[in-house]
C-alpha cells in the first residue's frame, strides 16, 4: 500500500545531520564533537527526585500546564535570574522539551500564508515547525562580522519587517553567539515599530562566560506583551532525556499554547515534572561548576583551533564553537571528508540555515581528552591536504 | 586567582602541559610555569603521583585502613606520634581526624600477611597507641576525585541538533 503522505510533511526534507550521524554510527573509531547535549549526567538531586517519585507511584498525568508547584518554582527561579515577571496560573506552560513549547507556539500563532522570520544559523527544528505550521519561514542570516549577533539591518535586509513573528536563538545553536542588552534594544525598537511577535528561545540562557549575562529581550520596554520565552532543563541542568521544558509568555498566547498541549501532549512527562522542581530547589551549585568546565574547554579548543590554523568565531555562549571552513572546501565536504579520513564528527554549519556555509559548529560538550584528540586530528587531516 | 585555577587544573590531571593550562585560563605559558613554580616552591605543590587502579593489575596489592586510637602524656602530642609513623614507607596516608579514633592511616604491602605484620609489630608497639583497628581494602571505586572502573560509558547519540 502507499500512502498520501501530506504534502507538508513531503515538503520538510530530511534532517542535514542524519547522514553524519548514519556515517559516525558505523565506525568505532569516532571522536564526536557534533552532540548537542551535555556530557555530564542530570545533578543527583534532580535523578533522586525522579526516582523518589516513581517509589511513591507518581505517575499520573499532572495538571495540563505542569503540576502547579513546578509551575510556581519555574516563575521564582527566571524572575531571580533573568529579571523575569510571569504568573505561574496564566503565563508559564511546562512541556515536554523546549522544542514542543516552540512547535505549540509556531501552531498557536501560524496562520496559513504568515511569514515568520528566522535568525539563522539557527536550531534546525525552527524551519521544519513553520512548515509544518502552515506558515512560510523568511531567513534571516547573520553573520561573523557582526559576530552572528541579530541586528536591524540584517532584519530589514531580508525583508522581515513585514513578517509576523521573528524567532531566534541566544546563546545560539550552533555559533555560540550571545546577545547583549544593547543588541537588543534596536530589535525591539524595531519589534514594536512593525507589531512583530518574538519567539526567543532562551534554552543556553545559563550558558554565558567571560563574565557576560543573559538578558532576554521580553525585560525591555514593551516586549513582555509580544514575547513568548522558551527555556528548559536540558541543556544547564544536563536532563535532555527527561524531555521537559517551558513557554512564558502572555496569558491569551499560553492559553492557545496549552489549548493544543492537552489534546496532544496532555502535559509534560511527570516523573520529569519531579526531576525538574529539584534541580530549580538544589541544583544551582551543579549548575555552575558544569559551566565553569564547559568555559575551560571553551577557552582551549578555540585557543587550539587558532593553533592550527583554523579561524574560529570568538563564542561566548552555549556549549558550541564555529569554526570557519578552510578554503577550498564546503562545509559539508569538509565535515564529510574528516568524519572518513579522521574520525572526527562536526557538523556542517550549512545545516542550520542561512549564514551557516563556511563554517562548522563543534561541540565542546565532551571530555578534554576527546577536544584534545579531535583537535589533533584536525591538525593532522589539515597537514595532509596542505 | 589564576594559580587556584593553576591548581585546581593540576589536582585534575597534573599531566596537563604548559600549553593545555595555559589555553584553558588565558595565561601565558611563562605565567601558568611561574604559578605552578611558586605552588611548588610554598609546598602547596607537594608532589604529583598517577592514580593506580590496583583491580586492573594482576600483581597483588594490599591496602587497609588502621583507626589508632592513641593516649597523649605531657611530654608527646599528635605530632610526635604523627612524625614517627610516617616516617614507615608502608605508610601512605596519616591524618589526625575528629571522632572515635584519633589518626587515620593508610598502609600498602604486597600481601595481608606483610601489611599485618607491620601494623602488630611496627605500628600496635608504639607506647602511645592504645588500639587499632585494620580494615583491608577490597575494592576501591574511587581514588583522588578519579571514578575507577572501566570508565564513562558514553552511550549519546554521535551527532545530535
Redesign the interface.
Known sequence: MTFELADRVQSVPP?G?RR??EI??ERDD?I?L????P?FATPWAARDAAITSLEQGKTSYTANRGKRELREAISDYVADRFDLGYDPDEEIIATAGASEAVDLAFRALVNPGDTVAIAQPS???YEPGVTFAGGEVLPVPTTEENDFRLTVDAIEQAGASEADLLVYCYPN?PTGAIMRESDLEPIAEFVREHDLTVLADEIYAELTYDGHTHTSIATLPGMRERTIVFNGFSKAHAMTGLRLGYALGPAEVIGAMNKIHQYTMLSAPTTAQYAALEALESCENDVQEMVAEYD??R??IL??FREIGMDVFDAKGAFYCFPEVPEGWTAEEFAQDVLTEQGV?V?PGDVFGAGGEGHLRVSYA??LEDI?EALTRLEAFLADHE | MSEREVLE?LRENARYSTA?I?????LDESEVDRAIEELEAAGVVCGYQAVVDWDKLEDERVRAEVELNVHLDRETGYGDIAERLARFPQVTALRLVSGDYDFDMEVEGDSIREVSQFISEKVAPVPEITQTVTHYVMTSYKENGIELGDG?E?D??????
Not at chain 1, 557534533?34 to 547535549?37: A, D, F, I, K, Q
Request: no cysteine; net charge neutral.
Open positions: 534532517s545531520i553524519f550521524f559516525a554510527e569516532v564526536s557534533g552532540v548537542g547535549e556530557d536550531y534546525i527544528s545553536n575551560r574547554r577557552k582551549f585557543s587550539r564528527a557538523v565532551t571530555g584534545r | 587544573l593545555d595555559a589555553r584553558m585560563t588565558d564513562d558514553d549519546r547519540l554521535s551527532v545530535s541538533p
